[in-house]
């Protein structure tokens, strides 16, 4: 392991040489020179700069579609939008990783000292948590959202890893919630929720700075991991669907129009609510793909997204549907999911 002195060292180079190039436009010949290094040196230390946060490179152009893209959804629905260009032939894999990596990055000019974030587990958290950019902290918590034990794993493995990269990343305390995703018996649930170390984390999760969190969907390209996991089973699928549900934010359901009422799992969810989310200042939604729409329709009509990082084709869709449908002044109809059981075996 290196020491923190050659650490200190490498970064002041990086920094020097950051400032060299980009700000006083020298080439990286001139660069090498003025360093007594080689020129592979200093692109070795141009990317450590931009790996680490020393340099955030942006392009601005008044043509550029995803600037436009995020005017509309500003006017639309009233928050702050990012939005990620990835080509439209890109597969859902890649748009997945190219969202993560934006999210990554941003997500570290939302935290700082004395802030706790809560962290909602899935296929999403977890591509944005292999890219974070370190960014030292101090005083700081990340909170699990929701337990993620199921009938056949504990699921402490999957997320604690999870939650270890963000704790790792800011230098942050990480408090696990270790708890089933979804209780048999609402009444179990009430009684646990009432144990004094339960309560504590319950209570840490109402008081957030800022809440980051993907969105379930069983219609999702990249499978939502509560779908496929474990977590439902036959009637649970049925009852989502007679309730009319389009997807889940830390396994809480909720219609497209936003509503969660009437819907029966959510009594047995660990979930921290609808109303609670809606109680942190900062609820940072990452969606990639058309197929999560419906869910990213229902999140913003519930009023739990106050910035949303999104790929630029899924972008384009919610823009032009929501455009559609209020020039029509038409409602959603009866469209119901086509919910069906994703449980292997």
């Known amino acids: 392991m290196e020491s923190a002195g050659v650490l200190s060292a490498k970064t002041r180079d990086a920094l020097t040489a950051a400032q060299l190039y980009y700000l006083q436009d020298l080439t990286m010949e001139a660069i090498a020179a003025e360093l007594h290094t080689s020129r592979s040196s200093v692109s070795r230390l141009l990317s450590h700069a931009r790996e680490t946060g020393l340099v955030d490179i942006r392009v601005h152009s008044p043509f550029d579609m995803p600037r436009q893209l995020e005017g509309d959804i500003a006017r639309l629905f009233g928050i702050v939008a990012h939005v990620v260009p990835v080509p439209d032939q890109a597969v859902d894999v890649d748009r997945l990783e190219r969202v993560a990596v934006s999210a990554?990055?941003?997500?570290?000019?939302?935290?700082?000292?004395?802030?706790?974030?809560?962290i909602a587990w899935g296929s999403t958290m977890s591509a944005i948590s292999r890219h974070l950019v370190p960014?030292?902290?101090?005083?700081?918590?990340?909170?699990?959202?929701?337990?993620?034990?199921?009938?056949?794993?504990?699921?402490?493995?999957?997320?604690?890893?999870?939650?270890?990269?963000?704790?790792a990343a800011y230098g942050a305390a990480?408090?696990?919630?270790?708890?089933?995703?979804?209780?048999?018996?609402?009444?179990?649930?009430?009684?646990?929720?009432?144990?004094?170390?339960?309560?504590?984390?319950?209570?840490?999760?109402?008081?957030?700075?800022?809440?980051?969190?993907?969105?379930?969907?069983?219609f999702a390209g990249v499978p939502s991991q509560v779908y496929i996991g474990g977590y439902l089973d036959d009637d649970d699928f049925s009852s989502l669907s007679a309730a009319g549900v389009v997807g889940d934010v830390a396994t809480v359901f909720y219609r497209e129009d936003g509503s969660d009422d009437g819907v029966a799992l959510n009594a047995r969810s660990s979930g921290p609510g609808i109303a609670v989310l809606r109680g942190?200042?900062?609820?940072?939604?990452?969606?990639?793909?058309?197929?999560?729409?419906?869910?990213?329709?229902?999140?913003?009509?519930?009023?739990?997204v106050t910035d949303l990082i999104v790929d630029s084709g899924t972008a384009r869709r919610l823009v032009d549907e929501t455009l559609a449908t209020r020039a029509d002044d038409e409602g959603h109809g009866d469209d119901s999911p086509m919910w069906h059981s994703r449980n292997p075996g």
């Open 174 to 218: 990480v408090q696990q919630f270790p708890v089933p995703a979804f209780f048999d018996d609402p009444e179990t649930k009430a009684a646990l929720w009432r144990e004094r170390s339960i309560a504590r984390v319950v209570a840490m999760q109402r008081t957030l700075d800022i809440a980051v969190f993907g969105l379930g969907s069983p």
């Open 135 to 167: 960014k030292p902290t101090h005083n700081s918590t990340i909170v699990q959202l929701n337990g993620a034990a199921n009938p056949r794993t504990t699921g402490i493995l999957y997320a604690s890893e999870i939650l270890e990269r963000y704790g």
């Open 104 to 118: 990554a990055r941003i997500l570290g000019t939302f935290f700082d000292s004395n802030m706790s974030m809560g």
């Open 280 to 304: 942190v200042a900062r609820r940072v939604c990452v969606v990639s793909g058309v197929s999560k729409l419906q869910s990213l329709k229902g999140a913003l009509a519930a009023g739990i």
